[in-house]
């Protein structure tokens, strides 16, 4: 990215990221318990990097396997292990498995656990959704780590949120998107 395009990329995340406070915040679906709104300050953060943004072509199975998730609350959730995305950071090789619903075609989720999880980062792990074509770049998709978020169930028990399946369990540390819940 250029330094003009980086900065518009920064000032574009610095802006989402206000919007998603304010919505925590003030909205009446916020996955925050409305008794703790008053003090809440806003979600915590690693700093913007763009190097963690990546286009990279996903990796299509060609038969992709059901899987069964495990939730937060005992349940199970089905999806489509469809690819892997195989990217760099700090140097390692990094594979991530994308997920799709069987009713939600055009989406792909792509949950990940890391070297952060339990410390930095929430316990059971952060997601990224992309959808097309926002999230694509030409026949690539964006993936990009900066926009990683804690699901609902991190701020609340009300919630069942699907486990980080062991495929995206990651050895490498990934210090960008979302922080534990304040």
């Known amino acids: 990215m250029s330094d003009l395009a980086t900065d518009d990329y920064v000032d574009r995340l610095r802006q ?20 703790e ?4 300050d806003g979600l915590r ?16 199975f060609d038969d992709p396997d059901q899987i069964t ?8 959730q089905r999806y489509h292990d469809v690819g892997v995305f195989t990217v760099s950071v700090d140097d390692e090789s990094v594979t991530l498995h994308a997920f799709q619903s069987p009713d939600d075609e055009s989406r792909l ?18 997601y990224l959704d992309l959808e097309a074509p926002e999230d694509r ?15 609902f169930c991190a701020y609340a028990d009300a919630y069942e949120c699907p486990l980080v399946p ?3 369990w990651l050895d490498v540390a990934i ?8």
């Open 166 to 168: 062991r495929d995206n």
């Open 45 to 60: 953060y690693f700093e913007i990097d763009p190097a963690l943004r990546f286009e990279t072509p996903l990796d299509r």
């Open 109 to 126: 989720w792509v949950p990940f656990r890391d070297a952060t999880s339990g410390t930095e980062t929430y316990p059971a792990g952060r």
């Open 16 to 35: 989402e990221r206000a919007e998603k406070d304010d919505f925590f915040g003030d909205h009446p679906r916020s996955p925050v318990p409305a008794a």
């Open 175 to 182: 210090r960008a998107g979302e922080k534990a819940p304040p």
């Open 69 to 76: 998730v495990e939730t937060t609350r005992d349940g199970q």
């Open 137 to 151: 770049a030409g026949d690539d998709w964006v993936l990009d780590f900066n926009r990683a978020y804690n699901p």
């Open 37 to 40: 709104r008053d003090g809440f």
